[in-house]
């Protein structure tokens, strides 16, 4: 089987392009590069010991698009590419709105034209905007606070839209949680562009010294300790998930939405306290005030996707700590 992978350059594509090539999917990468590198690529290239098809290409360029689906007839698409800074979305809008939602447009139309019907989409669980109890399943109410997220929604109803239209399409809406760790050797992980936005990174880059330390965003939510509770994935985790995605677009499901989440919530106190366990590091920090559009808790009831697709994640914050350090250590300026 082949697949198309938009965005399989950046940090959750390039994990899940591994285990594709793995499993023996043929694969096709089409990436802009505007927030990947393409050191990523040869990386990826080293692990696999592959060659592997990439084409630069903007999914706003239609023409190109179609150009490689004429030329590459794909069986399915992985549909990664997109803009996901919050802060950097409530900036710039229409950017975020064109990029991620005509982008998508322009996908779905050119898979049209190709009679290419399977899709497996990246949500976020920031479609479930601040829910009223956690954990959370997949037919919770959505809404969104900020242009990103309002983009994945959006997307969202696109795809349900489009598959009320025309039943042929078999579209796997996934919703990830928190994706945190890299793959096990070290080579790939994330490389967020100047100040890291998400915890991860940011722990990492005070542990490697990059930074002084960790501002806190809040100890006065009702949580355990106070601080932010998030359901953090390993991100080989979350790859496997696509896999098992594919394998049940096989059998024509029709337009499905699944949680991508471990089930357990750790407040940012306890991420700090198991990365230290394992890293050895002492991690700086301190409390300030709430960040803007935070919420207290989220984390995913993941029965669903482990009824429907087999699926589970098995990593846990340990596993997950000791590879985001594997990855930052070996690597203190990302792909630089
Ligand atoms: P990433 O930025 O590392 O990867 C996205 C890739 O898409 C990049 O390589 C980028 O160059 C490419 N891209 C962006 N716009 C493009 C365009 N118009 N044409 C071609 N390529 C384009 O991000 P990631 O963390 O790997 O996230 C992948 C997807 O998962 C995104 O859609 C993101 O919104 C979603 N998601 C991520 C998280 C997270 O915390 N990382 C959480 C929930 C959902
Ligand atoms: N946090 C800090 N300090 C930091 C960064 C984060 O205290 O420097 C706290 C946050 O307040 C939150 C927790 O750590 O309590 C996790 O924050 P992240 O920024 O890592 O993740 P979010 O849950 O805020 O957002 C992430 C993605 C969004 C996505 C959402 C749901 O960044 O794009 O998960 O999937 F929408």
Known sequence: ???????????????????????????????????????????????????IKFHKVDLLNKE????????????????????????????????????NVVGTLNLLEVMKNNKVSKLVFSSSATVYGDPHTVPI?????LSATNPYGRSKLMIEEILRDLYKSDNNWDIAILRYFNPVGAHESGKI????????NNLMPFITQVAV??????????????????????????????????LKALEKLVKNPGCV??????????????????????????????????RAGDIAACYADPKFAKEELGWEAKYGIDKMCEDSWRWQSQNPDGYE
């Open 189 to 196: 992980g994330e490389d967020p562009n100047g100040i890291p």
């Open 137 to 141: 399943l997949e037919n919770f109410p």
């Open 64 to 99: 190109k698009l179609n150009q490689i689906f004429e030329d590459e007839k794909v069986d399915a698409v992985i549909h990664f590419a997109g803009l996901k800074a919050v802060g950097e979305s409530v900036e710039i809008p229409l950017h975020y709105y064109n990029n």
């Open 257 to 290: 939405e699944y949680n991508l989440g471990t089930g357990n919530g750790y407040s940012v106190l306890q991420v700090i306290d198991a990365f230290k366990k394992v890293s050895g590091k002492e991690i700086a920090y301190s409390i300030v005030d709430r």
């Open 209 to 242: 010294g990059k930074r002084e330390s960790l501002a806190v965003f809040g100890n006065d939510y009702p949580t355990v300790d106070g601080t932010g509770v998030r359901d953090y994935i390993h991100v080989v985790d979350l790859a496997a998930g696509h």
């Open 1 to 51: 089987m082949k697949i198309l992978v938009t965005g399989g350059n950046g940090y959750i594509g390039s994990h899940t392009v591994i285990q594709l090539i793995n499993a023996g999917y043929e694969i096709v990468i089409v990436d802009n590069l505007c927030n990947s590198k393409i050191e990523a690529l040869s990386r990826v290239e080293n692990i696999v010991n592959t060659k």
